[in-house]
Structure formats: structure tokens, C-alpha cells
């Protein structure tokens, strides 16, 4: 009566299914703890590692000595998709005593080009009976299931999914100094082809100075973590190779991983461009990178003059770059009356090549006596009115 009555319980709480039978070992206790089954991730990219682990206190046949579980006739472990299937698979205790049984498996995906050359990257294979040496192909989207047949007729399954992941890049910093070296991680478990091996994949680097770049290779931090890294540095006075990009300050720069391994409902052969853009900074501070000298009047052939009304004189400046590299710049001559309305602006933009010096003058022909500012200002661009220099200023008056 009483076996009867448990029988009905377990049916109600929804383990599989079960016929009554006796069991050659210890009974199994249905209520504490069930076998459960795990797995160490809830979904799993297409070539990873799955542990194993099998909680089965009933299993622990000698007390003494490391049992196994999986291989035993009516009793068998079986991993399985809908194509492939391991069976039987062995599972061995932890430790003497423990009741715990674990293995692993390695999943060996599909065949798929993963870097575009047109071979294919992986090695589909199913093969092994555990505990450690197991190979199970797998296809993108699908599943895979454990079963193992604890008792008779009890037969209990737990399941994984299998999926692909969109990969993330990242620079280690928002911008860089010139001098700087500069890192990228990309975190792609798909990836990781191989668990048991150092995995790489490519990263393009580029710049707004040198938008052709370079590839550099990014290499797997560990045999099995799926995370890529790769270190890269600037030139302002070569052309890009190796591991040096070609980029000036001011620059943004760009890293593009091409992801060849998408999930649905991406297409199987589609791929994603995963982009990154960080920005190149002068080590000079802006204010800095240009100097500038005093204001200066000087007739049409250089000499030094007096402004007067009516006459053209040129207010004439000299700028020189500090930096060893080019620097664009646009440069403003702004001459202001008394009264603070502006009577004569004028620009003039360029570039400086490394630490050059240059002579810059503006026309101006007073019209009026008047007490006059004179001020001229470089900055990058009329656009982006960050100042490379000290504004200059002189105080002027015609009468
Ligand atoms: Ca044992
Ligand atoms: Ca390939
Ligand atoms: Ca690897
Ligand atoms: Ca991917």
C-alpha cells in the first residue's frame, strides 16, 4: 500500500515516467534528490565544452572506490541533438564517496567558413564514450539533451540550447595619446573554435588619415575563454604596417571585427560588421600646440609702419607649431573700434607641418580715427573652435 502510494506522488510531480521495478543496487530514493542532471551553462555556443555533472547518491556503489555511471546496460547516459547522438556515455565520481558523477564533451559545430577564405573552419565529428572524450556535431539553433535511465524504466533528461553570438569590440579607453598603445578585446565565444587551443581572429584598424588601416590579429586570452585581444600603436611620421597605424591627432580611429558567426534570425551565411571608434589626442595640450608673437604693422614690402587712415597696412602675425606632426589650423584677424563693433575679420586656414614657423598677415585699411583692438586667434577649424593658441591682442589708436 504504502509503495503504491508513493508511486502515484512521484507520477503527480512530473518525473518522466515510471514502471515499478526493483533495482539491483540501493533502491533509489525518488524523493532526495532526484539524479538531477546539469549542465555548467544554459546555452552553448557551437564549439564549446559542456561539463557534466550528475547528482546520484545512489550510484555510489563502493564507498571505497570511484564509481562511474552512464555505460551500465538498461542504465545508459545517451547526448544527443536531433542528428548526432553519444551513446553510451561514461560519467566517473568526483571523489570515493561522493555521489557525484561528471564528464564533459566537446561540441564540433558544422562545417562553415568562419574568416571569408572560403575553406571551412571546423571539424564536424561525433565520437566517444566518455568521460572526457566525447565529440558531438551541432548546428546553429539547435539543442542538446542529456538522458540518462537512473533506475529502471526512470529515465530523466535535462537540455541545453545551442546558439550563436553577435560579438562585441571594445577599445580599453575612450581616446588615446599619441603616444600611446592602444588595446582591443573582442568577445566572440564562436570564436573559440578549439577549447583545448589558443584561437585567433582578425580586427582591421584604421584611422581618418589612413582609412585603408591595417589587420592585426587578435589572439584568445585562454585556451577556452573566447575573448580576443590585440595592442596596436601610432605614427605620425611613417606609413601604417605591422601593428602601427598611421593617424595624427585629432583623428578618429576605427577597429571593425567582421562577425561571420550570427545568430537567428540572421541568415547562416550572413555576417554583422562589429565596429568600435575611439579618437586620437595630441599629447600637447590644445592651447599649447601652436604659438604665437606679437602683433606687428607693416607696409606691403614687410617694412614696419604706422597705421593711418585710409591706408593699407598689414597686421602681421608669426605662428609656429610645437608638435612634430601636421597641424591644420584656421587663423583670425578681428580688428574692433572703440566701441566694441567689429570693423574688419578675415580668416585664413592652412596647415603646419612638423614644427614649422609661418608668417601670417591680413590686410586692414582704417577707415576712421578711432582707438582700435586688434586681436587674431588660431584655432582648429572654423567648425571645431577649439583654440591651438593664446589669443593675441593690441590696442591701437589713430588720431
Ligand atoms: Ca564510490
Ligand atoms: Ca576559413
Ligand atoms: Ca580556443
Ligand atoms: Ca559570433
Known sequence: MVCSLILVLVISVGIIS???????????????????????????????????????????????GIDSIGTQERHFIRIYTGEHSLEPYKLTETTPSSGVFTGEITLTGFSHDVDGDGDPDTNPRTSGNGPTNGFLEVERDGGLTISFEF???????????????????????????????????????????NPETIDRIEVEVSSDSDMAGIIVNAIETDDDSGIFETVFSFTQSSVSSGNRLFAVPDDSVYAKYEDKTIPSPYAIRDSLDIQIESKLESEVMSIQ????????????FGIPTKPMVNETSQIVNRISNNQNHDQSFVYLTQVKDESGSVV???????????????????????????????????????????PLSPHSMLSYVIE
Do not use: C
Not at 535535462?158 to 560579438?167: E, F, H, K, P, R
Open 344 to 386: 574688419s575679420l578675415s580668416w585664413i586656414q592652412g596647415e603646419l607641418t612638423s614644427n614649422q614657423s609661418l608668417q601670417l598677415s591680413q590686410s586692414w585699411v582704417p577707415k576712421v580715427e578711432n582707438n582700435y583692438f586688434i586681436e587674431t586667434f588660431v584655432w582648429k577649424s572654423l567648425n571645431d573652435r577649439v
Open 18 to 64: 515510471i514502471i515499478p521495478s526493483s533495482f539491483a543496487e540501493d533502491i533509489p530514493d525518488y524523493f532526495n534528490p532526484s539524479a538531477p542532471i546539469s549542465t555548467d551553462k544554459d546555452v552553448y555556443s557551437w564549439t564549446d565544452k559542456v561539463h557534466i555533472t550528475v547528482v546520484a547518491p545512489s550510484w555510489n556503489a563502493n564507498r571505497n
Open 289 to 300: 600646440r601652436i604659438s604665437i608673437e606679437d602683433i606687428l604693422f607693416t607696409d606691403g
Open 151 to 193: 533506475a529502471d524504466g526512470v529515465i530523466l533528461t535535462t537540455s541545453a540550447m545551442i546558439s550563436w553570438n553577435v560579438g562585441k569590440i571594445i577599445f580599453d579607453k575612450p581616446e588615446f595619446l599619441v603616444g600611446e598603445t592602444a588595446k582591443i578585446q573582442v568577445v566572440d565565444p564562436d570564436m573559440n573554435l
